[in-house]
């Protein structure tokens, strides 16, 4: 008897550590609620690494694989993964192992269909379903011999029509490729800024998870330090459309884009204040890996969380570099403050 009291001791003592466990895990739960995403585009360029390292450099929450750049209108499906591997010789279906192991570490990859390059358009509402049927069976969760990326299901796809726009056969792909509940299809956006009224009707259709605006090239949306209301204007109309999350679509070096590259030390200070306001804000999308891993750029996105950071690169770096705004990989010399110029072609992004 006498020896039960220190033991209820132990155990009201165990007790408490586990609420308090409880407790801080479900004040983490809350903290880290607000996205701050990274996510990033691979496939244009051998010279950017594997897509395992890709997602083992834990910078990233997304990985967009592309592009398959034709599709509809009765048109044989091209993938097209530059020099990484040959889809028509079924030469990416080890890619399968590179997915699954993105996946395994939380990180969605995705199907971006089109691209810069990209004439395909869908022509009707029988064409959509079309291309649904075939992204389903390819790509996603059905059946097919010619899976071009083998056996691994992908967490969703991206649209991203070249000069085409959005008419509303994406609205309906969209649609179809989210008929199946039991498969949870992700289904992104990449549109230009500024938002076109004639595809407000489709990003304002509750289809989409996400919308990667492309604010660079886009003068009348590019962030500009001496007078932001262009772009403020600009995210908050995509913002407030039915959407669940709004990414910022930038270039990950200037080499990218002819305008609207922001250096990372404003992008922290002046532009993430304003769009992680947005109940629906989800972070930033990179174009693309090849010059990220160039210029580090996303090694110096700072997203002011205080102790609590969210993404996997914030995480890992929280304890070493804690606040500071300056991005500390701009001065070292290999990143060029994000003003170098590489003397190689790379592709550009639509
Ligand atoms: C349907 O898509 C396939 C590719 O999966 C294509 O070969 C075929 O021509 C398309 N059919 C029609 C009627 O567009
Ligand atoms: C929907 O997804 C489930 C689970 O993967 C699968 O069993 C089923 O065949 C799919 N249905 C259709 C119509 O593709
Ligand atoms: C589908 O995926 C989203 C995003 O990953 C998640 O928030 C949601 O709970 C999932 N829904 C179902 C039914 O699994
Ligand atoms: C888009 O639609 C919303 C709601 O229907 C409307 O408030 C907004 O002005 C529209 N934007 C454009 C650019 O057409
Ligand atoms: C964020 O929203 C709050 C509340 O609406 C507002 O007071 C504040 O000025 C906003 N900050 C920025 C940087 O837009
Ligand atoms: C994470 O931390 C390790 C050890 O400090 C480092 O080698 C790695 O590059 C870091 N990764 C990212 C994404 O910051």
């Known amino acids: 008897m006498t020896k039960q009291k220190p033991y209820m001791v132990r155990v009201n003592l165990h007790l408490s550590y586990v609420l308090l466990l409880i407790y801080f895990l479900f004040w983490v739960l809350i903290n880290t609620t607000k996205a701050d995403d990274i996510g990033v585009y691979w496939g244009q360029n051998s010279d950017e690494g594997t897509l395992a390292n890709t997602c083992e450099s834990r910078k990233y929450s997304y990985v967009n694989i592309a592009f398959l750049t034709t599709f509809g209108n009765g048109e044989t499906p091209v993938l097209n993964l530059e020099g990484h591997c040959n889809p028509s010789s079924k030469g990416c279906t080890g890619l399968s192992l590179d997915i699954k192991s993105c996946q395994k570490q939380g990180i969605k990859v995705m199907l971006s269909i089109g691209g810069v390059s990209s004439t395909s358009q869908l022509t009707s509402s029988k064409d959509a379903k079309n291309v649904s049927d075939y992204l389903w ?8 011999s010619s899976r071009p990326l083998g056996d691994a299901v992908l967490d969703g796809i991206e649209f991203n029509p070249g000069d085409n726009g959005y008419s509303i056969y994406w ?7 989210k008929s199946n509940s039991t498969q949870n299809v992700s289904i992104g956006a990449a549109p230009q800024c500024p938002l076109v ?26 962030f500009v330090s001496s007078s932001t209301s262009g772009f403020i204007n600009a995210w908050h109309q995509w913002s407030n459309l039915k959407v669940k999350k709004i990414f910022l679509g930038l270039p990950a070096s200037s080499d990218e884009a002819a305008s609207g590259y922001i250096p990372a030390n404003l992008l922290n200070s002046q532009v993430l204040p304003i769009i992680r306001n947005s109940s629906n804000y989800g972070g930033i999308m990179l174009w693309d890996r090849y010059s990220d891993v160039k210029s580090r750029y996303s090694d110096s996105i700072k997203f002011d969380t205080g102790d609590q950071a969210s993404t996997p690169a914030e995480r890992n770096k929280t304890h070493t570099e804690g606040k500071t705004p300056i991005p500390v990989e701009s001065i070292k010399p290999h990143a060029g403050n994000g003003k170098r110029h590489l003397g190689e072609q790379t592709t550009t992004s639509g």
């Open 137 to 144: 069976n390819n790509f996603l969760g059905g059946k097919s």
């Open 171 to 177: 609205m309906d792909l969209a649609r179809y490729l």
């Open 197 to 222: 009224s004639a595809e407000n009707s489709t990003f304002s259709s509750g289809y989409f998870d996400y919308l990667s605006v492309q604010f660079y090239n886009n003068p009348p949306c590019n």
